[in-house]
């Protein structure tokens, strides 16, 4: 084999090795990256996230934990739709004893012939300060168990 048929060699063997190592790690990457950041629980972002979990997931009984002990008491019930729903964080304002936690909402009905029929919406929870944590006065329309029967 002649010196340049030798070298053309060795480069087209380097040249599908590292074509390979880049296959590999993007591999690794798209395997090993995680879900959503987890905020802490004692957070308005954690509990805004754990409450929208579990109306998602259809757990009233967990979501209603989130909300003060009047409110989940006095309220009358209402059933989360089975629609998928997507919860985003876009800024949360904390003070003393309240905080304003605004999240974007997207709404999945299903799919399209174009993709996916969803809108977005922007919602606003309302949070108080409990004992030492949070909890939630208000919640947008489209992740509420709960309404204020006086209200009406």
Known sequence: MSEDARRSR????????????????????????????????????????????????????????????DVAEDCERVTPGTEDRRVTLLQTTERDDSARVEVLIATVYGTGPLGSDEYETEGVFELVAADGGWLIETAPWELAICFDSAAK
Do not use: C, N, W
Request: charged fraction near 15%; avoid cysteine.
């Open 10 to 69: 060795l480069v087209m063997i380097a040249l599908l090795a590292t074509v390979a190592l880049v296959v590999v790690v993007a591999l690794i990457v798209v395997f090993t990256r995680g879900g959503a950041a987890q905020f802490d629980e004692d957070t308005p972002e954690g509990v805004v996230q754990r409450y929208s979990q579990a109306v998602v997931e259809g757990d009233t009984r967990t979501a209603l934990e989130y909300l003060p002990p």
